[in-house]
């Protein structure tokens, strides 16, 4: 089992990066596929996910409106788009998988705890400057 997040980089205020994640070793389309992120000293942060077949997704209000996570089962790839990056978007980014293929995320959800998801692949930087 594998995932591997990459795409990460330095971007100015305002710019756009595309995360990758790239799994195998595992049938990823039973799979919901989550991306947190964990800047220094803070905790992991969970911004998104997106349900086994991509119908439904979840966004963290920080990121709501900016950020666009979707997949192709295909090419076993799920990405996360980022626009109008802000600097307090810097951070690790990961992605993990949840074999619960959807857990009900609504607007009325605060927190995507990392205890739903298990299996995860190593960081990506994304470092944003003013």
């Known amino acids: 089992v594998q995932l591997q997040a990459s795409g990460g980089g330095l971007a100015q205020a305002g710019g756009s990066l595309r995360l990758r994640c790239a799994a195998s070793?595992?049938?990823?389309?039973?799979?919901?596929i989550g991306w947190f992120r964990q800047a220094p000293g803070k905790e992991r942060e969970g911004i998104s996910v997106?349900?086994?077949?991509?119908?439904?997704?979840w966004y963290t209000d920080s990121v709501k409106d900016r950020f666009t996570i979707s997949r192709d089962n295909a090419q076993n790839m799920v990405y996360l788009q980022m626009n109008s990056l802000k600097p307090e978007d810097t951070a690790v980014y990961y992605c993990a998988a949840d074999s619960i293929n959807w857990r009900g995320y609504s607007f009325s959800t605060r927190v995507l705890p990392p205890s739903h998801f298990d299996f995860w692949g190593q960081g990506t930087q994304v470092t944003v400057s003013s």
């Open positions: 997106i349900s086994s077949t991509g119908v439904a997704t």
């Open positions: 070793g595992f049938d990823v389309d039973r799979y919901a």
